[in-house]
């Protein structure tokens, strides 16, 4: 697995969160499904290491929370 760091940044007023990796803005995501995918185009790591990653920084709000209204 590389080693990459992640940030993933505050939800926006319109939902989703953008997502760095490395030095790299990757996109906005707006769900687990977005973000999994950024990583996993970045062999940043696994799919299944998301929740208990120590190399993702979730700020402001709760992980996996992306301030999306249905």
Request: proline share 7%; charged share 30%; aromatic share 8%.
């Amino acid at each position: 697995m590389t080693r990459h760091p992640v940030v993933v940044y505050p939800p926006t007023g319109g939902g989703g969160r953008r997502v760095r990796i490395d030095a790299s803005i990757s996109g906005t995501a707006y769900s687990d499904r977005d973000l999994i995918e950024f990583l996993r185009r970045a062999g940043a790591l696994e799919p299944e290491a998301l929740s208990e990653s120590a190399l993702i920084e979730w700020r402001g709000g709760r992980p996996h929370d992306y301030g999306v209204r249905e």
